[in-house]
Structure formats: C-alpha cells, structure tokens
C-alpha cells in the first residue's frame, strides 16, 4: 500500500511512491482446461496393428486404467488385438535388488535388436506402500533401449498387485505382440509372489545371480530355483571372474537336487557381465536352445494353453473379489464386524461368513 511508504508523507513534497505490480499467476488465467477425447476402438486397434509406438502406450495406459469406462473400452480393444497375439516369445526376469536387472535387460535387449527383431519391456517399478506412488526409474536404467526405434520400454508402478505382476502385464503382452513386438521381457520386482505370476505368462524364465555374496543358494528360494529355466552369474569380469565361476558350478550341482521340470530341459547356468556386454551371446543362445526344444517337443504349446486358463481362473477371482468389496451391503457391515472381532466379540471365520451371506443374500434379491 502507498501510504506505508515514508517518502509519501508531507515532509517529502513532490514525491510519490505507486503501488507495485503483484506476482503473476504461475498458470496462465485465460488457459481452458481440455478433456482428452476417449479414442474409439478401431482407432486404438487401427494404431497398435500399424505399429504406433504412441497409441500402443496409450492402450497400456487404457489397461491399467482403474475407471470402469476405460476398463470396458480396454477390454475391446484387447478382445481385437487377440487374433494378432502369440507370436512373441515371452521372457521373465527376475533376481534380488542389485543384481543388475535393468542393466541386463539393457545388454540382452541390444543383442535382440541386432538380430533384427523388435522388443518390448514391461518393467514393474515397486511401488510404495504409502503413496501407491513410483519412481518409474527402469528407462534411466536402459538408456539404449530408451532410444531405439524397434524397443517399447514400458516401466508400470506395482501398486501392490501380487508383488507387482498381475493380470495387466498379460493384457499388455496381447497388445505389445498384436504392436508386431516379436520378443517381450517382463522384468520383475523380485519380491516373492511376483516370480509365481511371471512364470505363468511367460516362455521362458531367467534367474539373475551374483556371486561373491556369501550366501548364494541359502538366499534363494526353492520355489524360484525350480521354476528357473536358466540362471545367469551377472558381473563375471574383472576379479569377479573366479567368484563368478565358482557360485556357477555351485548352482549346477543344487540344480540336480531338483526334480526334473516339466517341461523335459535341464536348466542351464551361465556367466556374463551386463554392464560389460560381455557373453551376452551364450546367454541367448541357451534361451534359443530351449525355444527349439520345447517347441520339438510340444510342451511350448500346452504351456501356453495351460496358462490361458490359469489367468481365466485369476479373472474370475479378481471380479469376485472386486464385486464383493464394493457391494453396498458388505461396506456398511464391514467396519461393525472388523471391530467386532478385534474385540474378541466375534470369530474371524463366523465374520467372514456373515459379510459373505449378507453378500449372497444381496444377489439373490437383485435377480
């Protein structure tokens, strides 16, 4: 305000101090907020048949969408793209923090792009617990693969969902595949559950290692050494060399403790270095080595039927779970029956088949 000036009292005749001008807006006042248009189904699937890098990320973005609009519009589009699907060969990934994931998917995916075929990566980025938030760091990880025409690098926040991986990483695959993307990697967060979900979707299931740790088969699970169809030593260069050698052989002779998989291969243990480009070839040559032989042997195939109807029975789960916990009748009961039972008034089991019965009994009045 003027008067808070001194020099305009009337001890200072002839001066005059004008009011300042006030900060401008940080957004522009006269900038009208834009809706995007909802693209219809045959754009999105006339885009991702073409090839469309940009409409291809945004039918992933329609898949992961939690909006019922978008989930119904998903779903067609999905439902189009599935006669152009399944002629990728599908390869997870997964090994502890630190073991170099990113990195290697980086080296493994320059080699696949030297072959002349294309990539895509689906990479879960862990989420946290609090915000639901991500860092979505997997593309400064994979700075090569970032700028490749041919490679599709798409990092998903977890937000949860079964360690990470869930039934959108398989709608993303269909789409990816039906983009004309011939190789798909989907990297895990390496969190337990989410090696369970990856091998069910993928051909292929590769372990990453690394040596010198002091504990390198005590720290793994048996379940994830059984489902491996190849295990990689990452970091084998330098004075690493030996330590990697030796954590290799260690691996080759638990591997025969196992029952023989499924599948009739015997897993393979090699050595490389991701940050090095180093034996990259071997690793992939064992990759194709195992394509022929289950293909030879017919077991590619079944796989793939048998884990059609395995995320069948996951969708049918999920859209139980999902009606269940949005039923108007379950959310009003809900909070009674939990505090019920954190005071011991109520056994865990009867509150269970209350809210169910009260769920069922819903239905049944709506039909």
Known sequence: MTHNHPENCGDYLGLHVNSGV????????????????????????????????????????????????????????????????????RIGITGVPGAGKSTSIDAFGMHVLRRGQKLAVLAIDPSSERSKGSILGDKTRMERLAK?????????????????????????????????????????????????????MVDFFLLIQLAGTGDELQGIKRGIMEMADGIVI???????IKAADLAASHFKNALHLFPPAESGWTPEVKTYSGFYDLRIDEVWDMIDRFIEFVKGNGYFYRHRNQQSKYWMYESINEALKSAFYSNPEVLREL????????EDKMSSFVGANKLLQLFYNDLGAEE
């Open 234 to 240: 990452n970091k084998a260069d330098g004075e690493n």
């Open 22 to 89: 006030g900060d401008a807006p940080i957004v522009n006042p006269y900038l009208k907020p834009r809706k995007r248009r909802l693209l219809t189904t045959d754009e999105y699937v006339d885009g991702i048949l073409a090839g469309n890098r940009a409409m291809l990320s945004q039918a992933v973005t329609l898949v992961e969408s939690r909006l019922p609009e978008h989930r119904e519009k998903a779903q067609e589009v999905i439902e189009r793209c599935l006669p152009y699907s399944g002629r990728s060969v």
């Open 335 to 342: 909070p009674r029956v939990e505090r019920a039972i954190l």
């Open 148 to 200: 490749e025409e041919n490679a599709f690098v798409r990092p998903s926040p977890s937000a949860g969902s079964l360690g990470g991986v869930a039934r959108k990483t398989r709608e993303s695959i269909i789409l990816c595949e039906a983009a004309g993307f011939d190789t798909i990697f989907v990297e895990t967060v390496g969190v337990g559950q989410s090696e369970t979900a990856v091998h069910s």
